[in-house]
Structure formats: C-alpha cells, structure tokens
C-alpha cells in the first residue's frame, strides 16, 4: 500500500460528516437510494482531487476502508520481525519476560507462556509462536470487521429496502472463493455483508445448484407464512449473482486458477450455473420467471467491475456487459450529474449490442437502477486503487495470509488476506485444499514458516445439539487434514485453529479445544 498516500488520504477527510451521499441513479430518482458500505461521510470542501479525482467518490468511505486495511494488513505484516527481534534476545532467565514485553509493544498481546519457558533448552518455538501470532491477527481482524457490521445495521437495512425497491426480495451472491476476491462486497461493490440474504463463495464461483434450490425455498417459504420481506403474492423476485475474476495484467497467468486462468471458460462456467439454476426451480416448481439473474466479472488487479445485462427477457451474454474500467475513464473530469447520465447510458448501450452479445432488449427497470448502483459504487474503489497502489494492486498474484477451511469467516471482508476452502469433509475438498497447500509452500514454507490453517464452522443456535455436532465436526476435520499431510504436522509445518461460531453475522467467535491443535 502506498502508505503516504493512505495517511493524506485519511487526513485530508477527517473533517467530513455530513451523511452518506449515496450512489442515486440519474433520471430515475430513487425513493430509497442504495447506500454505499462505508460512505459514511462525504467529501468535505476543499478536499484535494488528486487522492480522488473522480466526482462520483465516496472519499471519506476511501479513507475509512484505507484505514481499514491498513490496520488489518499491518498486524499480520508485524509478525515476521517482531519473532526475529524475540528471536534475537539472549536466552537467559529473563528471556520470557522481555520476550512478552517486545510482544506487547509490537504486537499488542502476549504470547503463551509455554512456549517462551522451555525457550532457555533449544530456543524459543518460533514456527509455534508464528502461528500463535496469526491466528491473533486474524481474531483482531474478526473483532474489528464484526464491529464495523454491527455499526452498519441501519446501511444494511437500507441496502435490503433497496434492493425491494428494485424488485428483488432476495439477493444470494456466490463469488469465487479466491483470496483476492475477499473484499467483494465491503470494497469492491461497497455493500453490508447482512444486506444480502444469503452470501458463500465457491472455486470457480460453481456454486451448489441444490443448496442454492434449498436457499430459495426458504426465502419462498418466509415471503408465504410471514410476509417477509415481501407478501408472496407481490410481484418481486429472487435474485441470484455469480461473481467470476480476471487479471488484466496477467490473464494467462492470474485469473481463476479453477478455470486455468481462462476467461471464456469462467464466464461459460458460470453461465451455465446459473441457467441450470433457474431451469431447477422452472422444472421443480414452474416459477422460473421469478427468479432474475446477474453476473458480474472483477478484474483482480484493479477492483474494476464487469456486469453483463441481462436482455428483457433475463437472459445473460458473455458478450454483452458494462465495462466499469472504461466508465470510470469515459467519466473523469465530469460532474457527478454528467458522470451518473454517462453510466445509464453505458448500461443502454449495452443493452443495445450487436452481433455475439445481441439480446431481446433492455432490462425491467429495477435491475436497471440496480446495475447503475453496483457501478457507481464501484466507481469509488476503482478511484481507491487508482489513489492507494497507482492502479493497479502490487499483488496480482497469491499473498494470503493463512488457509480457511470450512464455512470462511464472512465477516472478513479484505482482498488477499486469505485461502478459502469450502468443505464438509477433507475427502470431499481435498483437491482444493491440496491447491492452498501448494500456494502456501511457496508463500510461508519457503521462507521456512510453517502454513496456519483455520478450521472454522457455523452452527444454528435454534437447532438442539448443533454447536455439539458442529464442534465434533471441528475436530474431526482439523485431524483430516493432520493425517493427509502427515509430514508438515509432525514437523510443525501446518498448525491449525479451531472455532466455531452461530450462524448470524457478528456472532462470537468461539476458540474449540483451547485453540489450537
Ligand atoms: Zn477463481
């Protein structure tokens, strides 16, 4: 990160706020605008163009999410030389103790007195302490992210009633499960988490036809005994969004590894899930016309959105999209009226593409208003990249900080900080995790640190037994992935942590057999 341009970038809009200027879509005035994760201030005046030059920008949410990120990235990246400063010390009878003081200092927590004790026979554990220190970061990065979602309830409520205002009743969103794409939602499209009502990332964004079935029968089935959010006879739909990543500076090399870096192949993938999806509840339950569906591509080196429109009909294009990089550009040095006109045009100038991406038309007006958001939000965090890293992020390839294995910490919303791997059982993901073993050998064994893995499942609370079962399954799972990769563990090269938490978002995280095993 560029960190000068981090500091000005805070300080410059410290004084900022008024509320949320929310992203309102031109020539179709909203009755409740969507508004933009963060966005809690706006630009104060006289703030210098040059940290945000575009005028639709939310620089005060850029500050915050810079902050944000900073601090997250920072714990992490203080580890290694805090460990090498411990590692140094004379190892006295004093050694525990100025050891925790240089942990405190630095890190702001202890480190456990086991291991510092027996440090005096062959030195200090420090593969121990690295993955003590991790998985510290990564329970602050909890804490701070759950604070931040609770803080963001009324946005969130916002973000829902928007969404009804548009005409979707539900909104269930499976991007990929890679690490760069972590920050989708509080970054790059600038939404509260708990907006969306069901939310899980999957390889290759191929998410699971027959959970996502199950998801929108319960979404159906609240709409029919509650009325929530909306009456079943009400004329709205269920949304569903597939999220697919490229790198444009690397396509070849850094785009979906589940699809061997090719872009045709992602889209196709992706495509096809989801018509298979509305052809499911079509076939199971002859209302594929209420379900409406959306994809949005991500360009993994600059946070640039993609969202192919769907025709009058619903039906999705790989051709027929909205370059958000190319609006971002096409709308510099406009005003923020110009620049929001210029985005519905590009979303009409899609609609209206020949040849290949050719469609029956554009989209009924919710999913219009809709897409005109994600855009403009999203124009915010192109200017944020554009600002903090020139452009185009440092890291366009792997830089994870640890592996996550099981249900993900949702609440964790930052790019490149984590290895996602979404399983039930260790035979049923092994493929997968295999993939984050191999990127973390280069990452961390390389350098001769050892790979944390966090093993984390959600349990439902209204369920009898669930947090029982699900800590069984905790267990169960993290001596999987001991046993198939014997080597590491015996050696001390993969240490796990695991936790379980109750399923709404911002629930407590809870350490399973003291942590760590
Ligand atoms: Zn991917």
Known sequence: ???????????????????????VAAGTPLARPLPAVGGGAAAPAGASSALGSHALTDRAANARLAYCEESVKGRFDAIVPALQAIAGLPRDADFPERAQALAQARLGYALPESVL??????????RALFAHCTFGALRAAIAQFTQDLLAQRETARDASNFFLDCGFHAVDISPCADGRLKGLLRYILRLPLSSFTWHKAYAGALFDIETDVRHWMAAELRRYREGVPSTADANTRYLKVAVYHISGSAPGQEGCAAHGSNEHR????????LNQFRQAIENSFCCGAGTDLLLIGV??????????TPDAEG?????????????????????????R????????AAAATAGWGAGTGEPHEGMRRLIANLLINN???????????????????????????????EEVQLRNISYYSHLHTVEEGAAHLDVGIKIFKGLNLKRGLPIPVAVHYRYDSQVPGARERTIEKVRRVAAAIGARYPDLSGQGLLICQLSVQDRPAGSPLELVDGGTL
């Open 1 to 23: 990160m560029n960190t000068r341009n981090a500091y000005a970038l805070r300080a410059r809009t410290a004084t900022g706020t008024r509320p949320a200027a929310a992203a």
């Open 117 to 126: 004790a027996s440090a005096w026979i062959a030195g200090p554990d420090l």
């Open 266 to 273: 992602a889209i196709d993938a992706a495509l096809e899930r």
């Open 299 to 308: 360009d993994t080196d600059t946070d640039a959105i993609r969202i192919h």
């Open 315 to 339: 039906a999705l294009n790989a051709y027929r999209y909205v370059d958000n990089a190319q609006v971002f550009r096409d709308t510099q040095g406009l005003s923020a009226d110009q620049a």
């Open 341 to 348: 006109l210029a985005v519905h045009e590009a979303i009409r």
């Open 379 to 409: 124009l915010s965090q192109i200017d944020y990249v554009q600002a903090l890293y020139d452009g185009c992020y440092p890291d366009v390839g792997h830089a994870e900080r640890y592996i996550s294995v099981g249900d993900g910490f």
